[in-house]
Each structure stands twice: as structure tokens, then as C-alpha cells.
Nanobody, 127 residues
Framework: QAHVAESGGGLVQTGGSLTLSCTAS????????IGWFRQAPGKEREGISC????????HHVDSVKGRFTIFRDIAKNTVYLQMNSLTPEDSAVYYC????????????????????WGQGTRVTVSS
């Protein structure tokens, strides 16, 4: 049975950095596209970054491009989101999600296109 778990969230000051981790069991990184999403209070969940399972190509939305980097360690079956230059607008619960096996989704970051979600990890950026 598939299980996804995010970790690495916390409280950080404006301009600081965090690295989130997404570890999966029962799912193989090389066969699935993986997306990072976030949801701020009162807002819809939005996709921000994804990585293709087949070739590791990545995509970031404009609001995080140049500040966030998604990467993976296939041996550890873990995907990471390195976040730099954080601002209060980045405060949210961050989720990772896996697309169906062998189905290309990235650069699409539509919530309904992904399955196998984790419980999320909260990031709070203080001003």
C-alpha cells in the first residue's frame, strides 16, 4: 500500500531557507511524476513545482521560480523542495503528490491530476 510523508516544515524568518522532504513507500520515483503543492489559509491548493519520473526534468511556477528547487534522490525514494528567499506569502501547508504510474503530468500541476497525497508539512515565514 502506498504511503507518502512530507517533513521539514517549520518556522523561518523572511529571507530564510527550508528544505522539505517527501518520502514514499510503495511508489517508485522513476515511474511517476511528482508535484509539490501548497495551501495557504482560505486559499485553494496550488501546484508550485514538479519533477518528471522518466527523466528528472523539472518545472516551477513563476511565483517560486529562481527561489525554489525540486530534486530527487532515487536511491532514497525521496523528493525534496529546496526553498530560499522565503517571504510571508510562502506560508502554507506544503504537500507532495504522485501522478499515476507511467502517466506524464509534469508540467501540469492540477490537483486532480495527482494521487497519493501526503498529510502535508506546515511552513510559516515570519516578517
Amino acid at each position: 500500500q502506498a504511503h507518502v510523508a512530507e517533513s521539514g516544515g517549520g518556522l523561518v524568518q523572511t529571507g530564510g531557507s527550508l528544505t522539505l522532504s517527501c518520502t514514499a513507500s510503495g511508489l517508485t520515483l522513476g515511474y511517476r511524476d511528482i508535484g509539490w503543492f501548497r495551501q495557504a489559509p482560505g486559499k485553494e491548493r496550488e501546484g508550485i513545482s514538479c519533477i518528471r519520473g522518466s527523466d528528472g526534468n523539472t518545472h516551477h511556477v513563476d511565483s517560486v521560480k529562481g527561489r525554489f528547487t525540486i530534486f530527487r534522490d532515487i536511491a532514497k525514494n525521496t523528493v525534496y523542495l529546496q526553498m530560499n528567499s522565503l517571504t510571508p506569502e510562502d506560508s502554507a501547508v506544503y504537500y507532495c503528490a504522485f501522478a499515476p504510474q507511467y502517466i506524464r503530468r509534469c508540467p501540469l500541476l492540477t490537483v486532480l491530476e495527482y494521487e497519493h497525497w501526503g498529510q502535508g508539512t506546515r511552513v510559516t515565514v515570519s516578517s
